[in-house]
């Protein structure tokens, strides 16, 4: 029966998971309006657009 033996693995559990992690990630989302870069190029975009009209 020594051939027959079963083996026992021994794996480490995970290193507990920090439970503040996830809300500061989720709050660095930021707020949900457009870049500064974005909200110039739509101002230079309804200007041309004006002149074009007149």
Known sequence: MSSARKIKLKL??????????????QRKAGSHRKSQAATRRAD?????RQLREV
């Open 44 to 48: 230079k975009v309804a200007l041309k």
């Open 12 to 25: 480490k559990a995970p290193r507990p998971r920090n439970p503040l992690v996830a809300p500061a990630l």
